[in-house]
T-cell receptor
């Protein structure tokens, strides 16, 4: 089954404790992206990747890092999480640039 | 940055009714997309529109790419309980370096009353 998987699905952590949210897709898609979803603000792009070792900032990249060492994986790294990064995070992938056809199930992150 | 105004914010309808929602912007977009999100899940792509004036259907869903390229509409005919969810529009532009990021509307929350 074609899918994007994310782990963990839920995470509660404390300010400053480094964390990584993993994302993996099994469709050999070139393009991958991370979004955050907040009430009243909709979905906003954090980072995206056009292929292995090629990444670029989205609209809200501050406080996040990404890497794309393999085509299937696109982890999101929060080096020093802060409460304003409490949000619902989605990973997405596609074969066509910009038109994200597959989204993961989401990771709900709470930073206290 | 670009903004999309999606309306209505929420809709309370009876099963069997038709539904209309729209997205407008002051900016021109090259591609319009419509997604549906159900509780606890990620958005699912419903329809993609690539040309001004294009009308595309997916089952009971029909979407149109506005002639001005600044708006798009989604209609759902004869709604059923499984249509419940949040519907998002998204617009995409292309510049010299390729596709710019997707801009999402804030969503229309569809609620079907029994």
């Amino acid at each position: 089954e074609a899918q994007v998987t994310q782990n963990p699905r839920y995470l509660i952590t404390v300010t400053g404790k480094k964390l990584t949210v993993t994302c993996s897709q099994n469709m050999n898609h070139e393009y991958m992206s991370w979004y955050r979803q907040d009430p009243g603000l909709g979905l906003r792009q954090i980072y995206y990747s056009m292929n292995v070792e090629v990444t670029d900032k989205g609209d809200v990249p501050e406080g996040y890092k990404v890497s794309r060492k393999e085509k299937r994986n696109f982890p999101l790294i929060l080096e020093s999480p802060s409460p304003n990064q409490t949000s619902l995070y989605f990973c997405a992938s596609s074969q066509s640039q910009g038109i994200f056809t597959h989204f993961g199930p989401g990771t709900r992150l709470t930073v206290t | 940055g670009q903004q999309l105004n999606q309306s209505p914010q929420s809709m309370f309808i009876q099963e069997g009714e038709d539904v209309s929602m729209n997205c407008t912007s002051s900016s021109i977009f090259n591609t319009w997309l419509w997604y549906k999100q159900e509780p606890g899940e990620g958005p699912v792509l419903l329809i993609a529109l690539y040309k001004a004036g294009e009308l595309t259907s997916n089952g009971r869903l029909t979407a149109q790419f506005g002639i001005t390229r600044k708006d798009s509409f989604l209609n759902i005919s004869a709604s059923i309980p499984s249509d419940v969810g949040i519907y998002f529009c998204a617009g995409l532009t292309y510049s010299g370096g390729g596709a710019d990021g997707l801009t999402f509307g804030k969503g229309t929350h569809l609620i079907i009353q029994p």
